[in-house]
């Protein structure tokens, strides 16, 4: 009965850290979602840029953690940018459906690009930390969960300070609920849809730079799985509420590694499409959604 | 002060404004009126930037803004009360008025402005750390009124501001907007409420399906035959 408590709290801690990568990632779906409505499918690459960001940072130019992360985020944020720029933009007012299959394009652009630029080999990430190994009771976490729970909390509360408290973050509120009249208040909307995919951008990178910490391998596509984990935690806690995400991300991370942990990790990929499949049944706007039906 | 010239608008295939030619003098109250569909809201939208005209000019303040983006129209002072108020709903009242002096960096100015819509809106007070969703129809409509008077307005374009209220609410409405005009802004008003509307204007059009057919002053709209039997309900 102990080691189960025990094993419980493990798993809790395992998942947190994991959740809040999906959560970091997540921001960026439903932030973008939530700003031109679309589902950015190259956002998990995005992602693997910016672990790749990270990597060059610490490698070649000998840099340490925090000015890694920070150099990755800014380098991320200037290719979402761009990505918005050159492929979104013009299809502002196509069909949905069309945006969407661009998205997929952009996402198979950024992997097979980064293929060929750094090799599908897989890259071992420096330790950038001594790795230690702290105990609560009989509880463990590693230097790298805390450096992840630590660095995903400050992000976190800067995005909402961001969002609720900047004349920036207002306008990007007021855009993404009602455009038009967000223009008729002299709100540029194309920049504030270019901070959004910045913002969103440094993110995801940051969660790239983090992974990398903590499983210390990184390759080109490195973002499919984690990009699609997001996109379920972005629905769970409902597509476009920025709370939301950061709820789902963490849910999705704990069922995880409950999953693994009492089950097997055989089922872990199951357990998050899962829980995509049932709020889709049950509570397709998500957790945090107000039940609205809307065509996608 | 606004010149609208020969203007012609699609969507898409749809011929929505067929030559339309307005003129909006300096200080004036301007009457924009017609039935369902007649392309007032198109008329306005146009005018601020949310949409272009394949055809004609518009001239405000002596320059030509034809084509200019919308975020930059209400730079120059010219700014729009929506149909349908489009109020933030998700977000405070306050928040939607900082959101109307969003341009602007003036501090103290906004401070100022902020206390003088608040004057103009007593309602507005009291609930000015509500959710905007939850206000009234009328409470709307005045909060996207103030919305738009931070923005310092040179012009305001109104559409409909009478829609959905009741008609005490609606007199209190006129009443706000003479005072608006009073203070020596441009108003070009929309409204399908004719009567109301050649009450307080100087100057008034009749259009009709993309047209403008009848035009005048608003006393000589208001005793002609056509306008009393089609707007005016005999
Ligand atoms: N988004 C749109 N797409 C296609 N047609 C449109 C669109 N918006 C308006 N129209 C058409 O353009 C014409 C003018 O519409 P508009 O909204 O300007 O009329 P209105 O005079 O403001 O009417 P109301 O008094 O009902 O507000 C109508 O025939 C309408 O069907
Ligand atoms: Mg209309």
Redesign the pocket.
Known sequence: MDTLLQQFFQQLINGISLGSIYALIALGYTMIYGIIKLINFAHGDIYMIGAYFGFFATTQLGLGFIPAIILSMAGAAIVGIIIERVAYRPMRNAPRIAILITAIGVSFFLEYSMILLVSPQPRTFPAVFTPTVYHFGPLVANSQQLVILISALILMVALSYIVNSTKAGKAMRAVSFDADAARLMGINIDRVISMTFALGSALAAAGGVLVGVYYNSIDPLMGMMPGLKAFVAAVLGGIGIIPGAMMGGIILGVVEAMVSGFLSSTFRDAAAFGILILILLYKPAGLLGKNVREKV | MLRVEDINVY??A?H??KGISLDVPDGEIVALI????????????TISGLMRPKTGRIMYDGEDITGVPAHKIVGKGLCQVP?GRHVFANMTVMENLELGAYLRSDKDGIAKDMEAVFEKFPRLLERKDQISGTLSGGEQQMLAMARALMSRPKLLLL??PSMGLAPLLVKEIFNIIKEINAGGTTVLL?E?NANMALSIADKAYV?E??RITLSGTAAELASSEEVRKAYLGG
């Open positions: 969507y898409g749809i929505a404004i017609g039935s369902n569909g007649a392309g007032k809201s198109t008329t306005l939208r149909e559409d409909e929309v399908q259009l399906t993309g």
